[in-house]
């Protein structure tokens, strides 16, 4: 807020006491060594693309390798406490490199940091700077701290902060799909969830900024943007009223997320879009439209249901119910027909009965999923329903239910790819399949995975059209026509 109303005169004087300092410490940094893991959601994988920016602007170079390193930085999540645990043992072999290298800085940034805060410091006693997902401008004065011999924290949360003006730097890329974060943070407080604790309130970034960020990417070469959000259907701008006056004569009065998939579709037919998360209380008819509308947004939707349920879907506060999700469903179905669609599933939430549970398995019979990612339910510190109800499906039952949902989906899963055999599908080649480098692999628009035996005649980036002979449980497998 308070940098939207600054004058713009004051902005800039502002900004070349910035550019004098910035050539300051991008010497003072020259050559130091960046090495960053993320954890978590393509949210997190995003951020590290920012934090990576934020630091080469200063004169760091990243490396592959954390061992010759003078700064270590892991990106973390803490969504179930599992993943929070692999955390803690990545980061006990990073200490074990400091302890070798007593000058290199660990840091731990994302999700966790912003959880924890500065108890890190006391529960790992070799790590220095601790920072929350949305401080991460001020990185270079937190590891000066760190230089002068201090620890350094900052987990502010913000109301505005969107990195809007930061290009990522593009790290472990292909060269041909990226993400494009629109917005962050997330207002939904489902009562099982961390994320509106660890990542604030939900904010819209600017659409022209995007539109930029994608159009250069598509410049650069790139063929593929997946379009980032806790919850893309809320997605919302609304310029400021000083910046409505400047912008004005491109009438631009507020942006929905139905229009801002137009606008990134117009950007080249040839530059595929995707997007996640959609929330099933908030995904429209005009968002649907919208997809149906162009050729180049793909037809896949990633759509969680959590569970079947009414009763538990209301304890989880998702404020949908089973009916609102199977109209949305239909309504999927209707507009844009073949549409895949993917969900996460949470097995043994609080109270959760052997019926309710029943629910959710027959959830899956009406959609039949093209894809699940599916887990048992992990009570998080904070939430509302760690405060209101109590974690009583026993472990061996979570378990048990978990593998009924697992192996369902995987019946679904080989189902919707044999549905695809037989058929010609337009894949963008994205490099060498996993297994071998006589094939090449890319994503279908319904977001499966094609192999297909490498030819001269194409490479990667380029979409070709592959006759599909046969699946196996997780891939199309087929040639080039
Ligand atoms: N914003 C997305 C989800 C982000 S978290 C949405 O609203 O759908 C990704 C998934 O992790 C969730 O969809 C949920 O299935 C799972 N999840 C979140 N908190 C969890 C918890 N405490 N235990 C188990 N799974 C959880
Ligand atoms: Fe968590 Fe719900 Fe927000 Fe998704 S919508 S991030 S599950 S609170
Ligand atoms: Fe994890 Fe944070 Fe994403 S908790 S799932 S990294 S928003």
């Not at 590891?143 to 201090?150: A, L, N, T, W």
């Not at 759509?303 to 089973?322: A, C, E, F, I, K």
């Not at 507009?335 to 969900?343: H, K």
Request: glycine share 4%; with cysteine; hydrophobic share 35%.
């Amino acid at each position: 807020m308070m940098d939207l109303l600054t004058p713009d005169k004051t902005h800039d004087e502002s900004r070349q006491g910035e550019a004098m300092m910035l050539e300051q410490t991008a010497e003072k940094h020259n050559g130091r060594k960046l090495y960053i893991e993320s954890y978590g959601c393509a949210m997190n994988f995003s951020d590290s693309e920012i934090v990576a920016s934020i630091l080469l602007d200063k004169g760091f170079e990243t490396t592959k390798d954390y061992n010759n390193a003078d700064v270590v930085f892991i990106n973390t999540c803490s969504i179930r406490e599992n993943a929070e645990q692999r955390v803690r043992n990545r980061l006990k072999e990073f200490t074990v490199a400091k302890v070798k290298n007593p000058g290199m800085i660990v840091g731990v940034l994302g999700c966790m940091a912003e959880r924890l805060k500065a108890k890190f410091l006391e529960e790992e006693k070799l790590v220095d700077v601790v920072v929350g997902p949305d401080a991460y401008r001020d990185l270079p004065n937190l590891i000066d701290q760190v230089d002068d011999g201090q620890k350094a924290v900052n987990v502010l949360l913000s109301r505005e902060e969107t990195y809007a003006d930061i290009n990522p730097v593009r790290l472990n890329t292909n060269g041909i799909n990226a993400f494009v974060s629109i917005m962050r943070g997330c207002d939904n407080m489902c009562s099982f969830c961390v994320v509106p604790f660890t990542r604030g309130r939900e904010r819209s970034r600017d659409p022209q900024s995007i539109i930029k960020e994608c159009t250069d990417l598509y410049n650069q070469g790139y063929r593929e943007v997946t379009l980032l959000g806790q919850n893309v259907d809320s997605y919302k701008w609304k310029p400021e009223a000083t910046e409505a006056a400047e912008i004005s004569i491109n009438d631009i009065t507020g942006v929905n997320f139905a229009q801002l998939l137009e606008m990134v579709a117009l950007i080249n037919p040839d530059l595929r879009v995707r997007f996640s998360t959609s929330h099933p209380k908030d995904i429209t008819d005009e968002v649907l439209h919208a997809i149906a509308k162009y050729e180049n947004i793909c037809n896949y939707i990633h759509l969680p249901v959590q569970s079947g349920n009414s009763r538990v879907l209301d304890l989880m506060n998702r404020t949908y119910d089973r009916e609102w999700y199977m109209e949305r469903v239909e309504a999927i179905r209707r507009i844009i027909p073949g549409c895949a669609i993917s969900t996460d599933m949470i097995a043994g939430f609080c109270t959760e009965t052997e019926e309710e549970h029943q629910e959710t398995l027959s959830m899956m019979d009406f959609v039949q999923y093209d894809y699940a990612y599916m887990f048992m339910y992990s009570e998080r510190p904070g939430t509302l329903a760690a405060k209101r109800y109590t974690d009583d499906i026993p472990e061996t039952v979570k378990n048990r239910r978990l593998n009924e949902i697992v192996n369902k989906q995987r019946a679904h899963s080989h189902l919707r790819l044999q549905e695809q055999v037989g058929k010609v599908q337009r894949v963008l080649i994205e490099g060498f399949s996993k297994k071998s480098n006589l094939d090449y692999c890319g994503r279908s628009n319904n977001n499966a995975m094609v192999v297909f035996p490498v030819s001269e005649s194409y490479k990667p980036g380029q979409y070709v059209n592959v006759f599909i002979d046969r699946c196996t449980t997780a891939t199309l497998i087929g040639k080039v026509i």
